[in-house]
């Protein structure tokens, strides 16, 4: 099968280049979700576990599942998830 190669675009590209260090796996980052989520919340600057930052950059599997656990964790505080939220999408 040939087809046209498509341009990459400007998503592609930060797709690719995404830094991958220091590295997790999706199984590690379900393990410390949980924890993570709630640093967000306390403290939407937190510079913990640096490579779930770095792992739910590049998988939108498991930022789908953290941001819900930012959100549930955000009301059970009875706080605004957005602060977590943008650290999470920043």
């Known amino acids: 099968m ?3 190669p498509r341009p990459l ?3 592609d ?11 997790l796996s999706c199984e ?5 979700a949980d924890r993570y989520a709630e640093a967000l919340v306390e403290d939407p600057g937190t510079r913990a576990l640096p490579e779930m930052l770095v792992h739910l950059h590049a998988c939108a ?4 599942e953290a941001e819900s656990l930012i959100r549930l964790v955000a009301a ?3 706080v605004d998830p957005a602060p977590a939220l943008a650290r999470l999408h920043g």
């Open 61 to 64: 599997a498991c930022a789908e």
């Open 9 to 11: 675009t400007p998503e």
């Open 76 to 78: 059970d505080a009875g």
């Open 28 to 32: 590690d980052c379900f393990d410390l």
């Open 13 to 23: 590209v930060r797709a690719l280049t995404l830094p991958t260090e220091p590295w």
């Open 2 to 4: 040939t087809s046209t």
